[in-house]
């Protein structure tokens, strides 16, 4: 148990619907990320919030839309996917943004698949 | 080209053994990680180093910054270490950048 929950774990969804991904952090975290995970690939780091403001995008295409409402929930608004968005979206949060010595603590996952 | 390139991509070994899985980077980095992911996808934290040599039971992380090279070594290799590492490093403009991951199998 690594304190970073994510719900659903699997989700499979067509093109044309609007879902959300939900992760909760009970470690007390400022800082939470967004990262997808595409087979054979690197992560890739999608959004990141510090004090629940958006701190990075890294050039994602806005059929993704983040939420944080609190630093202990963040979300990952879905509309319009293309098959090739099915991925394992991971959340993970850390103490502090912009602190090198920073540990990562990361959620199970949510295996994302787009007909 | 990857910033973060790791090598091997797969390994296989048999219970006991010395493992070696090494990660090369072409940026200036704080500091750098080694993750381990298991099947169904949950991601540990098992390193993070910005120098030297760092010791957690079997496992052992180095870091040669000079030249831009770090190793995750493991020792007396278990099935249960049958997962996927992952070495990712944090640039010195708070990027991030994650190596593709070696698969390793341990076999009994």
């Known amino acids: 148990e690594t304190g970073v929950t994510q719900t659903p774990r699997h989700l499979v969804m067509g093109m044309t619907n609007k879902k959300s991904l939900k992760c909760e952090q009970h470690l007390g975290h400022n800082a939470m990320y967004w990262y997808k995970q595409s087979a054979k690939k690197p992560l890739e780091l999608m959004f990141v919030y510090s004090l629940e403001e958006r701190v990075e995008n890294n050039s994602v295409p806005s059929r993704f839309s983040p939420e944080c409402p609190n630093s202990s929930h963040l979300f990952l608004h879905l509309h319009t996917l293309q098959p090739e968005d099915s991925a394992l979206y991971l959340c993970?949060?850390?103490?502090?943004?912009?602190?090198?010595?920073?540990?990562?603590?990361f959620g199970p996952g949510t295996r994302l698949t787009v007909l | 080209k990857n910033e973060v390139e790791q090598s091997p991509q797969n390994l296989t070994a048999q219970e006991g053994e010395f493992i070696t899985i090494n990660c090369s980077y072409s940026v200036g980095i704080s500091a750098l990680h080694w993750l381990q992911q298991h099947p169904g996808g949950g991601i540990v934290s098992l390193f993070m180093?910005?120098?030297g040599k760092k010791k957690h039971g079997r496992l052992i992380a180095t870091i040669n910054i000079q030249e831009k090279h770090s190793s995750l070594h493991i020792t007396a290799s278990h099935p249960r270490d049958s997962a996927v590492y992952i070495c990712a490093v944090r640039g010195t403009g708070n990027q991030f950048y994650f190596g593709t991951g070696t698969s390793l199998t341990v076999i009994p």
């Open positions: 180093l910005s120098s």
């Open positions: 993970a949060s850390s103490q502090d943004w912009g602190q090198s010595t920073d540990t990562q603590y």
